[in-house]
């Protein structure tokens, strides 16, 4: 690879890392999983999969179709809210009842809801589309031909490693949610968290 080629590739690599190291509604859920054990290979898969799609997109010169489209990201952020909102109340429900946690433990999640929430939490946010196809998107106009699809590369690599990082890494808490009372705070945070962003894509419409 040539010095221009890695010099874009790694500008890709940490802009991507940039965008998604932020706590947010995918890293909490992807990192609940990876404590649970629960499906993380394929979660893990679905979140860096959709990223590579939106950052080809948006590298492909999408980004400038979706930044010219208000009702598509009017109707994305209503909806994502509305999600958000859903899973927080969630979240605090399973803080409140024992026996939910109890029954996740043991396994009782299905692959379906958890890949649904996953594509829910991925598409449903309108800072995928702002951050992934349209920022990304727009910077790589600077770059050329062959260097233009390095640096989407590097974007993409970054995801890769970053989803399936902390969905494999969550384990090596696990010492620490050995505890009920552990994982009752993680679930009252992670529904803050969702509450937060909720209402935060609600104030971006006043």
Same mark, same amino acid.
């Given at each position: ?10 500008? %890709?690599? *940490? ?16 990192? @609940?999983? %990876? ?28 980004? #400038?179709?979706?930044? @010219? ?7 994305? #952020? ?15 429900? @399973? ?13 009782? %999640? ?11 939490? #991925? ?15 727009? *910077? ?43 994982? @009752? ?9 969702? #509450? ?11």
């Amino acid at each position: 690879m040539s010095s221009s080629l890695a010099s874009a590739a790694i500008s %890709g690599f *940490l802009l991507g890392a940039s965008l998604i190291l932020a706590i947010g509604a995918q890293n909490a859920f992807i990192l @609940r999983q %990876g404590l649970l054990k629960q499906h993380v290979f394929i979660l893990c898969l679905i979140c860096a999969a959709s990223d590579a799609l939106l950052i080809a997109a948006g590298v492909a010169g999408l980004g #400038t179709l979706i930044a @010219r489209s208000p009702q598509l990201i009017l109707a994305v #952020t209503v909806g994502g809210a509305l999600f958000l909102f859903a899973y927080a109340l969630l979240a605090f429900r @399973r803080a409140m009842h024992p026996e939910a946690l109890y029954a996740a433990k043991r396994g009782e %999640g299905s692959l379906k809801a958890a890949i649904a929430a996953c594509l829910a939490f #991925t598409f449903l946010n309108p800072h995928v589309y702002l951050d992934t196809v349209v920022l990304l998107g727009s *910077l790589s106009a600077s770059f050329e031909g062959s260097a233009r699809i390095a640096y989407g590369a590097g974007a993409v690599v970054a995801s890769f490693v970053w989803f399936f990082g902390l969905g494999y890494g969550a384990r090596l808490l696990q010492p620490i949610f050995a505890r009920p009372a552990a994982w @009752r705070v993680l679930d009252i945070l992670i529904g803050v968290v969702m #509450t937060a962003i909720g209402l935060g894509l609600i104030a971006r419409l006043a």
